[in-house]
């Protein structure tokens, strides 16, 4: 049975985790018996947004771990306990969470920087020749550890052009596609999808993400 990591951001897709993106990515893996370690890393988000209103709640305070163990129905670890020998691949939902609390990319834009323990197993991943998946903003996060690997690499960003131009930058290559398609990077393992940067329902999501997770599952 293959052992795939997923890493959450949270839980809402306005500072967290994109739920759909994550428990499609989950139901995808259950569909293909894959074992499955959900993990997150365990410090503060990066701000805490009311879902109902859009509005930022100055005076609250939320621990990553603890808001994405509501997807994993608790079933979590923290991210700097696993190690990319326990895998044999790793896949990453998107949502704003990834690009706030994984990596700063909202912040910072190209010049952001990816969370330690996430970039040292992805690092790992990668130079394991193991496969990576990466759905909606998540292929940022890749295209910067590419960058600091000094390699280079093809994802999508959709058809959004910022996205795409920033991840040029970098020097990566990048394929618009929506989101019923996967970009395969062959070389680097790598497997990316826009989930959400271009779905206008949860079937197109779903349909991207299933795709990506089977097409992980086989480059193991």
């Avoid at 959900?38 to 209103?53: E, R, S, T």
């Avoid at 959400?196 to 349909?207: P, R, T």
């Amino acid at each position: 049975m293959n052992k795939v990591g997923v890493v959450l951001s949270g839980c809402g897709h306005q500072d967290g985790s994109e739920i759909h993106e994550a428990v499609f990515t989950l139901l995808a893996l259950s569909k293909a018996d894959a074992e499955v370690i959900i993990m997150a890393p365990d410090m503060d988000q990066f701000h805490v947004i009311n879902h109902l209103n859009g509005q930022e709640e100055i005076s609250e305070s939320r621990n990553i771990l603890v808001e994405s163990a509501r997807i994993a129905r608790g079933k979590i670890v923290d991210v700097a306990s696993v190690s990319g020998h326990q895998l044999d691949a790793l896949i990453f939902p998107g949502g704003t969470g990834m690009a706030k609390n994984i990596i700063d990319y909202s912040m910072a834009g190209i010049n952001c920087t990816v969370i330690s323990d996430v970039q040292r197993l992805v690092v790992e991943i990668l130079e394991a020749d193991k496969p990576l998946g990466a759905i909606c903003i998540a292929p940022v996060m890749v295209a910067k550890i590419l960058e600091y690997l000094g390699r280079s690499g093809t994802v999508t960003g959709g058809f959004n052009v910022e996205i795409n131009n920033d991840i040029k930058e970098m020097g990566i290559n990048t394929k618009e596609i929506g989101a019923k398609e996967i970009v395969v990077d062959q070389e680097n393992k790598i497997v990316t999808t826009p989930a959400y940067v271009e779905a206008k329902s949860m079937n197109e999501a779903f349909i991207g993400i299933e795709k990506l997770v089977i097409k992980v599952l086989e480059m193991v």
